[in-house]
C-alpha cells in the first residue's frame, strides 16, 4: 500500500510540475519580443543556477549549495546580456569573448582538481569536425549557415571531445581550462558575433522557441537515449574487445568472414534437399496452370489463385531450402526476416478478411489479437512448454509431443485407428465435395485448392493404415516407447518452431490495422465493381487489395524492424544453442557474457544499419501522407 500511494504522489507531483513548468515557459516566451533583456536575463539565471546546482550535487563545488546556485545564476545571466549592452559590433565581440573567458576561468579554478580531464588531442578535433558538419549540413541545405552558429557547433564538439574520448580524473589545471574556457569563449564569440536582433527576428525566435518547448524535451530524450548510445556504441566497435586499442574495422570484417555469421559450406545441399525439389515442383505446376488458364482468356500468363499459391507455395520451399543449408546468425536473422513478415502479414490478411465476415466478429478479433498482451518473454516461455520433449521412458508433458505420440500409439485394430479413419475419411470426402463444387462452378482455384488440401489428408490415412503415424519407437525389450520429436534441438527446422511463436503475437497486430484499412476502403468502388459483374475474388483482389497497399506497406516495414531485433524469444527458448542464434542474443553475449565491447559494438552497429531503410521508408511514407 505504501507503494501503491507513493507512485500516486509521485505522478500527481510529476503531472503538477510538468503543468507548471509549461505554462512558465510560456510565460517566459511571451517575453522575447517586448523585453528581449529580461528574456536574456531570465534564461540565463535558469541555465547557470541548473549548471552550479547540478556540479554542486555531484560534489565538483564545495561550500554553501544556495550561494553556489545563487552566483551560478547571477554569472550566467550577465555573461548572456552583457554582449548586448552594446552597439558597436567589434565591442560586443570584445565582450562576448572576455566574458566567456571570465566565465570559463572562474569554472576552472573553483571546481575541484579529482574532475579535471585528461585530453586527446585526436578526439578533440574529431568530435569538433563531427559538430561542425553536423550543424553545416543541413544548414547548406536549408540556406541559413550563420557564423554563430557554427562557433555554437564547435563550443559542444569542443566540450564533448574533451570530455568523453579521454579520462577524468588526472588532468591538470591547463587541461581543464582548455575544457572549459574554450567553449565559453566560442559561446561568448557567437553571442556576440551576431547583429542586435530586430523585431522580426525575435518574433521568429518566439515562434522557434514555442515549438521547442514541445519538441525540446523530445528531442532531448531521444538525443540522451538514442543519439548519444550510438555514437559511444559506433565508437567503441572501432576499439577492441576492451574499448582500449583501435582495431578499424576488423571486428566487422570478423562479423562478415566468420563462419558463426555466415557459413556458406553447405551451400551444393540447397539443390539435392526434398524441399528444393518440392519448391520446383510446385513452381511448374503454377505455371503450367497460369500458362492454360492464360491460353484460356487470350493472355500469356493468368494470375488466378490456381497458379498464385503454388507459385508462393513453391516459392517458400525453396526460401527454406536456401536458408536450411546457409547457416549462421545473420543468415537466420535473413531467414526471420523473410518467414515471420511474410506469415504474419499474410494471416493477419486473410483474419482481417474472413472475421469481417463471422457472425462474431468481434470475439473472433479479440481472440487472435489476444496473444498480443503477452510479452515476448512470456510467450517464449509458454511455447516453451508446448515444444518440452521429456526422455522416451517418461510421459510426456509438451501439448505437441503427447499428441504426437498419443497418435503413434493407435495400433492397427483399435478403437483409436478406426476413429482416426473415420475423422481423415470425412475430411477427404468434404475436400472431394467442393473439389467438385469447383468444377462444376468452373472455379479453377477452388477445385485446385481443395485437391491439393486432400493430399495431406490421404498421406495420413495411409501413415495410420501402414506404417503409422509415428511417435513411437520399438524399444529394448521390444516394447513400444515414445519417440518425441525435438522441436527446439533439431536443426535447422528449430528456427521454424521459434518464428511460430512470433508470427502467433504479430498475426492479430498485422489483423487489426488490416481490417481497419479494409473497412475504410470506400463503398462505392466496391458496389460499381459488383455492379460490372465482379464476384467476391475479383473486388477483393483488384479493389480491395490495391486500395490497402500503402497499410501493407507500412505494417511489412514495422515487422521487418521488429523481427531484425528479435530477442526474447531466442533468449528464453533456446539462447541460440542449437543453430538458433540470431545478431540481437549474439550481441549480448559478446557484450556481457565475454565481456568484447569491440565485437559486441559492432554487432549492434550492423543491427542499426539493417534497422534504418525500414524505419527511413516508413517515416518517409509518414511525412507524404499515404498512411
Same mark, same amino acid.
Given at each position: 500500500m505504501d507503494a501503491l500511494t507513493g507512485a500516486l504522489w509521485g505522478s500527481t507531483a510529476a503531472i503538477g510540475i510538468s503543468t507548471l513548468l509549461f505554462f512558465g515557459a510560456n510565460r517566459l516566451f511571451d517575453l522575447v519580443v517586448e523585453r528581449w533583456r529580461l528574456f536574456v536575463v531570465v534564461v540565463g539565471a535558469l541555465g547557470g543556477a541548473a549548471t552550479f546546482g547540478i556540479l554542486v550535487g555531484n560534489r565538483v563545488l564545495d561550500g554553501p549549495r544556495t550561494l553556489w546556485v545563487v552566483a551560478g545564476g547571477v554569472m550566467i545571466a550577465a555573461f548572456g546580456v552583457a554582449p548586448g549592452l552594446f552597439a558597436d559590433r567589434r565591442l560586443r565581440l570584445a565582450v562576448g569573448v572576455g566574458s566567456g573567458a571570465l566565465v570559463g576561468l572562474v569554472v576552472t579554478f573553483v571546481v575541484d582538481e579529482a574532475v579535471r580531464p585528461t585530453i586527446s588531442a585526436a578526439g578533440l578535433l574529431m568530435f569538433v569536425g563531427i559538430a561542425c558538419v553536423v550543424y553545416l549540413i543541413p544548414a547548406a541545405v536549408f540556406g541559413r549557415v550563420r557564423p554563430g552558429g557554427v562557433l555554437v557547433a564547435a563550443a559542444l564538439g569542443w566540450a564533448v571531445g574533451c570530455w568523453l574520448p579521454g579520462g577524468i580524473g588526472g588532468g591538470?589545471?591547463?587541461?581543464? @581550462?582548455?575544457?572549459?574556457?574554450? *567553449?565559453?569563449?566560442?559561446?561568448? @564569440?557567437?553571442?556576440?558575433?551576431? *547583429?542586435i536582433r530586430s523585431r522580426p527576428s525575435r518574433q521568429r525566435l518566439q515562434h522557434q522557441t514555442r515549438v521547442g518547448a514541445f519538441l525540446g524535451p523530445a528531442l532531448l530524450f531521444v538525443v540522451l537515449g538514442l543519439i548519444v548510445p550510438l555514437a559511444r556504441t559506433i565508437y567503441l566497435s572501432l576499439y577492441d574487445a576492451r574499448g582500449r586499442n583501435w582495431v578499424g574495422f576488423k571486428n566487422y570484417g570478423e562479423i562478415l568472414t566468420n563462419d558463426r555469421s555466415i557459413d556458406l559450406a553447405d551451400w551444393a545441399n540447397i539443390f539435392t534437399s526434398r524441399l528444393f525439389v518440392g519448391g520446383v515442383g510446385l513452381l511448374t505446376v503454377g505455371a503450367i496452370v497460369g500458362l492454360w488458364l492464360g491460353r484460356r482468356r487470350g493472355r500469356v500468363l493468368e494470375a488466378a489463385a490456381g497458379f498464385v499459391a503454388p507459385a508462393v507455395a513453391g516459392g517458400f520451399l525453396l526460401v527454406f531450402a536456401v536458408f536450411s543449408s546457409l547457416r549462421g546468425t545473420v543468415m537466420n536473422n535473413l531467414w526471420w526476416l523473410i518467414v515471420v513478415t511474410t506469415f504474419s502479414t499474410g494471416l493477419g490478411l486473410a483474419a482481417a478478411v474472413l472475421a469481417d465476415r463471422a457472425r462474431f466478429e468481434a470475439v473472433a478479433k479479440s481472440l487472435i489479437f489476444l496473444p498480443m498482451a503477452i510479452s515476448f518473454v512470456g510467450a517464449g516461455i509458454i511455447w516453451r512448454f508446448m515444444y518440452i520433449a521429456r526422455p522416451p521412458q517418461k510421459p510426456q508433458t509438451g501439448v505437441l509431443n503427447a499428441v504426437w505420440v498419443g497418435l503413434g500409439k493407435l495400433a492397427p485394430g483399435t478403437a483409436g485407428q478406426a476413429v482416426g479413419l473415420v475423422v481423415l475419411a470425412a475430411l477427404t470426402a468434404g475436400m472431394a465435395g467442393l473439389c467438385l463444387f469447383g468444377i462444376r462452378r468452373r472455379q479453377t482455384a477452388i477445385a485446385l485448392g481443395a485437391a491439393l488440401s486432400a493430399l495431406p489428408v490421404l498421406w495420413l490415412a495411409y501413415r495410420l493404415v501402414g506404417p503409422g503415424l509415428g511417435g513411437v519407437e520399438e524399444g529394448p525389450l521390444g516394447l513400444p516407447i515414445a519417440k518425441p520429436i525435438l522441436f527446439a534441438q533439431e536443426g535447422p527446422f528449430n528456427n521454424v518452431w521459434l518464428m511460430v511463436v512470433l508470427i502467433w503475437i504479430q498475426t492479430g497486430f498485422a489483423m487489426v490495422i488490416l481490417s481497419a484499412a479494409i473497412k475504410a476502403v470506400p463503398g462505392d468502388l466496391i458496389e460499381a465493381a459488383r455492379v460490372d459483374g465482379a464476384n467476391d475474388r475479383q473486388v477483393f483482389f483488384r479493389v480491395t487489395l490495391p486500395t490497402i497497399v500503402p497499410t501493407i506497406t507500412v505494417i511489412v516495414t514495422t515487422l521487418i524492424v521488429l523481427v531484425m531485433k528479435v530477442f526474447d524469444i531466442v533468449r528464453v527458448m533456446t539462447n541460440g544453442n542449437f543453430g538458433t542464434q540470431v545478431i540481437a542474443n549474439e550481441m549480448w553475449q559478446r557484450t556481457f557474457t565475454e565481456f568484447n565491447?569491440?565485437?559486441?559494438?559492432?554487432?549492434?552497429?550492423?543491427?542499426f544499419l539493417g534497422v534504418v531503410p525500414a524505419m527511413a521508408l516508413n517515416v518517409r511514407r509518414l511525412q507524404r501522407g499515404k498512411v
Amino acid at each position: 500500500m505504501d507503494a501503491l500511494t507513493g507512485a500516486l504522489w509521485g505522478s500527481t507531483a510529476a503531472i503538477g510540475i510538468s503543468t507548471l513548468l509549461f505554462f512558465g515557459a510560456n510565460r517566459l516566451f511571451d517575453l522575447v519580443v517586448e523585453r528581449w533583456r529580461l528574456f536574456v536575463v531570465v534564461v540565463g539565471a535558469l541555465g547557470g543556477a541548473a549548471t552550479f546546482g547540478i556540479l554542486v550535487g555531484n560534489r565538483v563545488l564545495d561550500g554553501p549549495r544556495t550561494l553556489w546556485v545563487v552566483a551560478g545564476g547571477v554569472m550566467i545571466a550577465a555573461f548572456g546580456v552583457a554582449p548586448g549592452l552594446f552597439a558597436d559590433r567589434r565591442l560586443r565581440l570584445a565582450v562576448g569573448v572576455g566574458s566567456g573567458a571570465l566565465v570559463g576561468l572562474v569554472v576552472t579554478f573553483v571546481v575541484d582538481e579529482a574532475v579535471r580531464p585528461t585530453i586527446s588531442a585526436a578526439g578533440l578535433l574529431m568530435f569538433v569536425g563531427i559538430a561542425c558538419v553536423v550543424y553545416l549540413i543541413p544548414a547548406a541545405v536549408f540556406g541559413r549557415v550563420r557564423p554563430g552558429g557554427v562557433l555554437v557547433a564547435a563550443a559542444l564538439g569542443w566540450a564533448v571531445g574533451c570530455w568523453l574520448p579521454g579520462g577524468i580524473g588526472g588532468g591538470s589545471r591547463f587541461t581543464m @581550462a582548455v575544457a572549459v574556457v574554450s *567553449p565559453t569563449v566560442l559561446l561568448g @564569440a557567437a553571442l556576440g558575433a551576431g *547583429p542586435i536582433r530586430s523585431r522580426p527576428s525575435r518574433q521568429r525566435l518566439q515562434h522557434q522557441t514555442r515549438v521547442g518547448a514541445f519538441l525540446g524535451p523530445a528531442l532531448l530524450f531521444v538525443v540522451l537515449g538514442l543519439i548519444v548510445p550510438l555514437a559511444r556504441t559506433i565508437y567503441l566497435s572501432l576499439y577492441d574487445a576492451r574499448g582500449r586499442n583501435w582495431v578499424g574495422f576488423k571486428n566487422y570484417g570478423e562479423i562478415l568472414t566468420n563462419d558463426r555469421s555466415i557459413d556458406l559450406a553447405d551451400w551444393a545441399n540447397i539443390f539435392t534437399s526434398r524441399l528444393f525439389v518440392g519448391g520446383v515442383g510446385l513452381l511448374t505446376v503454377g505455371a503450367i496452370v497460369g500458362l492454360w488458364l492464360g491460353r484460356r482468356r487470350g493472355r500469356v500468363l493468368e494470375a488466378a489463385a490456381g497458379f498464385v499459391a503454388p507459385a508462393v507455395a513453391g516459392g517458400f520451399l525453396l526460401v527454406f531450402a536456401v536458408f536450411s543449408s546457409l547457416r549462421g546468425t545473420v543468415m537466420n536473422n535473413l531467414w526471420w526476416l523473410i518467414v515471420v513478415t511474410t506469415f504474419s502479414t499474410g494471416l493477419g490478411l486473410a483474419a482481417a478478411v474472413l472475421a469481417d465476415r463471422a457472425r462474431f466478429e468481434a470475439v473472433a478479433k479479440s481472440l487472435i489479437f489476444l496473444p498480443m498482451a503477452i510479452s515476448f518473454v512470456g510467450a517464449g516461455i509458454i511455447w516453451r512448454f508446448m515444444y518440452i520433449a521429456r526422455p522416451p521412458q517418461k510421459p510426456q508433458t509438451g501439448v505437441l509431443n503427447a499428441v504426437w505420440v498419443g497418435l503413434g500409439k493407435l495400433a492397427p485394430g483399435t478403437a483409436g485407428q478406426a476413429v482416426g479413419l473415420v475423422v481423415l475419411a470425412a475430411l477427404t470426402a468434404g475436400m472431394a465435395g467442393l473439389c467438385l463444387f469447383g468444377i462444376r462452378r468452373r472455379q479453377t482455384a477452388i477445385a485446385l485448392g481443395a485437391a491439393l488440401s486432400a493430399l495431406p489428408v490421404l498421406w495420413l490415412a495411409y501413415r495410420l493404415v501402414g506404417p503409422g503415424l509415428g511417435g513411437v519407437e520399438e524399444g529394448p525389450l521390444g516394447l513400444p516407447i515414445a519417440k518425441p520429436i525435438l522441436f527446439a534441438q533439431e536443426g535447422p527446422f528449430n528456427n521454424v518452431w521459434l518464428m511460430v511463436v512470433l508470427i502467433w503475437i504479430q498475426t492479430g497486430f498485422a489483423m487489426v490495422i488490416l481490417s481497419a484499412a479494409i473497412k475504410a476502403v470506400p463503398g462505392d468502388l466496391i458496389e460499381a465493381a459488383r455492379v460490372d459483374g465482379a464476384n467476391d475474388r475479383q473486388v477483393f483482389f483488384r479493389v480491395t487489395l490495391p486500395t490497402i497497399v500503402p497499410t501493407i506497406t507500412v505494417i511489412v516495414t514495422t515487422l521487418i524492424v521488429l523481427v531484425m531485433k528479435v530477442f526474447d524469444i531466442v533468449r528464453v527458448m533456446t539462447n541460440g544453442n542449437f543453430g538458433t542464434q540470431v545478431i540481437a542474443n549474439e550481441m549480448w553475449q559478446r557484450t556481457f557474457t565475454e565481456f568484447n565491447l569491440g565485437l559486441g559494438s559492432a554487432l549492434a552497429a550492423v543491427l542499426f544499419l539493417g534497422v534504418v531503410p525500414a524505419m527511413a521508408l516508413n517515416v518517409r511514407r509518414l511525412q507524404r501522407g499515404k498512411v
